[in-house]
């Protein structure tokens, strides 16, 4: 942490340059899972208290077109990538990674050294670090046991200290601090990540729910619910319990969910009225970071509005009395009795995301503990990844290939090769 806090303040002040003496300006985290999703939510989250001095980008997905467009435009002499990536052999990672180095060796006329200052690496593999061209003076490293997905507040959140600076992310730290507290010492009765916890498997094991929406009326939390896909499903989506047993009921419910009140305009007709039954989190502060006339009251309003609705609804009999047609009255009745949750914070500050994070973190494993799975491995990410490696040859091969695979995977490879060929 003070390594890392020596590094930001180094950037952030101007005393850390490229290679050509010229200040840092522009900042790109290359990561993917837990190495993008935690840094690029914390980011925007916390966008209010960055150094707007500073630009921010982030790469993750494989596709040319996430690193062609994050750094269009940016000048190279100005511009720092983080690689983020414990063993610094992730596929994704490792190809966007090599695609940076060869664009700032463009720029420099294909001088290596120039590499050492502007590219850092978040990761535990010294040996690859160095073989990239990083100075492992430069590598900032973490527990080999922490899982990407809970790592926003080790160094995987460098980025996040760039950003907000270290004084911030000590807060958010601290955040964190005083929610696993909270978990370690509060009586279950009284227990928010514990109370959390029962309820996702209450309506998920007993009432059939499925989903769970996630529906942060603040636009800073716009990609938390993305965030909380993987924290949540990657956790806790398995079908074998601890001793290696089949599950005897559902896990993992899906989360997903959109700012309020955008989604009132989207999905919230099958929240209140459709077929299935969806639990709903609903996130609110009291006080705005960018107050605007009526704005916020207005935001606010809804919030406690959409949870009323969904507690009570609207009987044919409140319809009838407001001169509704027969005809229609039953298309305007809501049978309510669906249930949510408000979180309503006094502001979104740097601590208090800490403390939300954690509280859905220390929720994900309590669902594990019932249900008797494992909330920290992934295995079930490791089949498609080791059949790509075998495919990519396949379908990067000169020559015809082979195919073993089944027949329509083999006639996918074919297609893919003979439209790619027509180029």
Same mark, same amino acid.
């Given at each position: 942490l003070d390594r890392m806090t020596e590094f930001a303040n180094r950037v952030r002040s101007g005393a850390w340059t490229g290679h050509t003496?010229?200040?840092?300006? %522009?900042?790109?985290?290359i990561g993917i899972g837990g190495s993008d999703l935690g840094p690029v939510m914390a980011y925007e989250a916390l966008k209010h208290y960055s150094d707007r001095a500073l630009t921010f980008g982030f790469v993750s997905n494989v596709d040319g077109t996430d690193f062609a467009e994050a750094v269009l435009d940016l000048d190279p002499a100005e511009t720092l990538v983080i690689v983020a990536s414990k063993t610094f052999t992730t596929l994704e990672t490792m190809t966007n990674a090599q695609s940076a180095r060869a664009w700032l060796l463009e720029a420099f006329g294909g001088d290596v050294k120039a590499v050492a200052r502007h590219f850092v690496a978040v990761s535990? %593999?010294?040996?690859?670090?160095?073989?990239?061209?990083? #100075?492992?003076?430069?590598?900032?490293?973490?527990? #080999?046991?922490?899982g990407g997905r809970y790592s926003m507040d080790s160094a995987i959140g460098l980025s996040t200290m760039l950003a907000i600076g270290p004084e911030n992310f000590r807060a958010m730290l601290d955040g964190f601090h005083q929610m696993d507290e909270h978990f370690r010492t509060a009586p279950f009765e009284r227990n928010l990540p514990v109370l959390l916890g029962l309820l996702a498997v209450w309506y998920n094991d007993f009432f059939g729910a499925q989903t769970v929406a996630v529906l942060p009326y603040e636009q800073y939390l716009r990609r938390f619910p993305a965030y909380l896909q993987q924290l949540t499903m990657e956790s806790n989506g398995k079908h074998v319990t601890l001793d290696g047993g089949r *599950? *005897?009921? #559902?896990?993992?419910?899906?989360?997903?969910?959109?700012?309020?009140? %955008?989604? $009132?305009?989207?999905?919230? $007709?099958?929240?209140?009225q459709g077929t299935r039954l969806i639990p709903c989190d609903f996130i609110a502060f009291a006080q705005a970071l960018n107050p605007l006339g009526r704005h916020h009251d207005i935001l606010l309003a809804n919030v406690f509005a959409q949870s009323e609705a969904l507690a009570f609804g609207k009987t044919s009999e409140q319809v009838k009395a407001e001169g509704t047609p027969d005809w229609l009255v039953p298309h305007r009745v809501f049978d309510g009795n669906r249930p949510s949750n408000t979180i309503l914070a006094e502001r979104l500050t740097p601590e208090t995301l800490g403390t939300l994070v954690a509280l859905y973190e220390h929720s994900v494993f309590t669902q594990g503990v019932i249900w008797q799975i494992d909330s920290f491995d992934q295995w079930g990410v490791e089949l498609g990844k080791v059949l790509? $490696?075998?495919?990519?040859?396949e379908v990067a091969s000169t020559s015809a290939p082979t195919l073993g695979h089944d027949s329509?995977? %083999?006639?996918?490879?074919?297609?893919?090769?003979?439209?790619?060929?027509?180029?």
């Open positions: 003496g010229k200040r840092i300006r %522009n900042v790109i985290n535990t %593999n010294a040996e690859e670090v160095a073989r990239f061209g990083i #100075d492992t003076a430069n590598m900032f490293g973490f527990w #080999d046991w922490v *599950v *005897v009921c #559902d896990t993992a419910p899906i989360y997903w969910g959109e700012p309020g009140t %955008n989604g $009132q305009h989207s999905f919230y $007709q099958l929240i209140h790509a $490696q075998r495919i990519i040859s329509s995977t %083999n006639a996918l490879i074919r297609r893919f090769r003979a439209l790619r060929a027509r180029a």
